[in-house]
């Protein structure tokens, strides 16, 4: 009988080795990687039926790591569990937004390891034997399904700063960006905006109000020259009722906005500017997938809900303190770890 696969991602070479010893014990073939990067890699080359991960580590954190999987077919619905020592309740709810199906705070207990490790392998296996007669909600099925929906559609192109949509316009398109970067934002009532989300190509816009059958409560902005394809309502309700997977889909976005909000929000009501710029650069970081990233002043400002001038300030602090560089608009993580640590 095949033995299950788990990828160890551990950066602590005593933990790593004595997860190893566990899992292998325990008739689990057991592969390991020391750092984020080399987890991302080996999980891309070995497939493996789960994964467990640190959250904290050098070069690529546990939330980067599930991040890049999660955004491929291949690796997206491999079972995730986290290993930490951090129990905050943000970063509890940070992991599960973006699609963590347990976490596992160290120290742990070898019986609650294998226990966790048994229940997700378990449920995954009953899924995949339900669904195997049909193979209607295997993820290169629905990616396939997803791209044949998509071609042939509208496609509209957006100069910079042109506006997508606003805020009380009714909601009759899905929006998915091919080209470009857009922004959705809202005012108050003197005009104050606050950015409440960026959007690089393969990302989709708009859902929500069309599933709640409500006007935009936002606006969208193309931050440079923009090309979007443009679903009509109707499509996009026919195709979650008719598509397997595609439900699922949409929901886990819901999920992570929502998470992604409730983060926002408290770190405005309760983080330091400095503490929600170094959050605000380290979610960038893993949007753009790069270290070096582009954005104005203003719009950064907007992210973190703060005066222009005060970011200016908090932004030459990080550079003198080797945080980051700056070239024009382009911004450069030098030190990922001191940003993750970042004092309140």
């Given amino acids: 009988m095949e033995k299950d696969k788990v990828l160890v ?41 789960l994964i467990l991960c640190d959250v904290m580590m050098p070069e690529l954190d546990g939330f980067g790591v599930l991040r890049i999987l999660g955004r491929d077919i291949r690796t997206r619905d ?17 992991g599960m937004g973006l ?36 193979q209607l909600t295997s993820p290169a099925r629905f990616q396939q399904e997803l ?8 496609e509209r192109h957006f100069q910079s700063k042109a506006i997508v949509y606003e805020e009380g316009q009714i909601a009759n398109y899905l929006y998915y960006i091919l080209h470009g970067v857009v922004k959705s934002y809202m005012l108050n009532e003197l005009g104050k905006e606050l950015i409440t989300g960026l959007y690089n190509p393969g990302h989709f816009m708009g859902y929500l109000p069309i ?28 195709f979650l009722h008719r598509t397997q997977g595609a439900s699922d889909h949409f929901l886990k976005k819901l999920a992570q906005n929502v998470t992604r909000m409730e983060q926002l ?5 309760y983080s330091s500017v400095r503490k929600r710029l170094a959050n605000a650069l380290l979610d960038l970081s893993e949007q ?12 950064l400002a907007n992210v973190i809900g703060t005066a222009k001038e005060t970011l200016i300030r908090t932004l030459s602090d990080f550079k003198d303190e080797r945080l980051i560089s700056i070239e024009q608009h382009k911004i450069q993580i030098l030190n990922k770890a001191k940003l993750q640590n970042m004092p309140n």
Avoid: C
């Fill in 211 to 238: 599933l709640q059958e409500q006007v935009y409560n936002e606006n969208a902005m193309a931050l440079e020259d923009t090309t979007i394809k443009l679903i009509p309502k109707k499509d996009f309700l026919e």
């Fill in 288 to 299: 753009f997938d790069s270290h070096e990233f582009s954005i104005s002043r203003e719009n």
């Fill in 78 to 94: 491999i079972p995730f569990i986290f290993l930490t020592a951090k129990t905050e309740k943000p970063d509890f709810r940070k």
């Fill in 265 to 269: 929000l408290l770190d405005i009501a």
């Fill in 99 to 134: 699609g963590a199906d347990d976490y596992i705070t160290k120290p742990f207990d070898d019986t609650d390891l294998l226990a966790a490790i048994e229940m997700r392998l378990s449920k995954r296996k009953r899924m995949e034997t339900r669904n195997m007669p049909s």
């Fill in 147 to 154: 791209d044949t929906w998509l071609e042939n559609r509208e």
């Fill in 9 to 49: 991602i551990e950066d602590n070479s005593e933990v790593r080795e004595n997860i190893v010893e566990i899992l292998e014990l325990s008739n689990y073939d057991v592969v390991q990687a020391e750092h984020g990067k080399e987890g991302v890699e080996q999980a891309f080359a070995s497939l493996p039926d």
